[in-house]
């Protein structure tokens, strides 16, 4: 029996196959939960393709999580699926790679910016507050940071989203901790998904990585990650909430 035996899961942000998030519905499912994915605009046809590729075909519902009515319309859409949720993933990030990221911090205009910290950051809220009328306790919210702790070449205003993704995680394990839902981010390291494509000058992170990493890292797979999320989605970890579990080959722990 898979450690997510039962359980209803949405994974919100999965564009291809190369996704975070399309790792993490296929690990779920193998881990036997029912997983509904979504994605949003014009990329959803390829979603709705890409969805055929899990191992059991996963219903697609659409979710741009910076529009009103589709928030107010998740549960009723989710509802078409699943009879409640027991999970909720967001991997979610989009800034401006004219703008925002690739060495503009000085310059990115405040719109822009805007619409990197609602996309990225506040949409854990929104995105938790529309499912909270599925989610019952002992439910689970898993997110996904790049660690925002310190400065990073490239990442600029992502980099600040991330740091406020990552406060956001922890002020939702205080409010939504008493109705039994714990809510916690994986800091990956550097993967090759699309949006990390997208990100003018990320590729000399990834060299650097796997040299100093004391247990190595592959850029393209995202299956550790991934098992990560689905191990903060099961019952393994019932007592752990507002935390970051680093996925990035122990990067994180080395000065040098
Ligand atoms: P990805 O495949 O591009 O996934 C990002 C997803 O966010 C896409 O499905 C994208 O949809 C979606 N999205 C963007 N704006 C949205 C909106 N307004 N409403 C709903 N969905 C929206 O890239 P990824 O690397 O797997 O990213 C997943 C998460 O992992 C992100 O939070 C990212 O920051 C995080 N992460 C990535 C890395 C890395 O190195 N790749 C490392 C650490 C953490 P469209 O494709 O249609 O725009």
């Known amino acids: 029996m898979g450690i997510l035996q039962g359980k209803r899961i949405l994974v919100a942000g999965v564009t291809m196959d190369s996704s975070i998030g399309f790792a993490v519905a296929r690990t779920a499912q193998e881990e036997g939960a029912r997983v509904v994915i979504s994605n949003f605009g014009r990329a959803l046809g390829i979603t709705r393709r890409i969805a055929g590729r899990l191992p059991e075909e996963a219903p697609v519902v659409e979710l741009d999580v910076t529009d009103e009515d589709h928030l107010a319309a998740l ?65 689970s919210v898993v997110g996904l940071t790049f660690d925002a702790t310190v400065a990073w070449p490239a990442y ?70 991934a098992r990560a999320v689905v191990a903060l989605l099961s019952d393994f970890f019932p007592a752990t909430t507002g935390e970051i579990v680093h996925v990035d080959g122990g990067y994180h722990a080395q000065g040098a």
Not at 90 to 99: K, L, R, V
């Open 75 to 139: 549960p009723d859409r989710l509802g078409e699926h699943l009879d409640g949720l027991d999970g909720v993933v967001h991997s979610i990030a989009y800034g401006n790679p004219e703008t925002t990221l690739g060495g503009k911090f000085l310059t990115a205009p405040w719109p822009d910016v805007a619409q990197a910290l609602q996309v990225s950051a506040f949409s854990l809220k929104s995105l938790t507050a529309a499912s909270l009328p599925l989610l019952s306790s002992g439910s």
């Open 156 to 225: 600029d205003w992502m980099g600040v989203a991330k740091a406020g993704l990552e406060s956001c995680a922890r002020y939702l394990a205080r409010d939504l901790g008493p109705r039994g839902v714990r809510v916690n981010l994986v800091a990956a390291g550097p993967l090759k998904t699309l949006a990390a494509k997208a990100i003018p000058g990320f590729d000399g992170l990834e060299s650097m990585w796997s040299d100093r990493a004391p247990l190595g890292w592959d850029e393209q797979d995202t299956t550790p990650a």
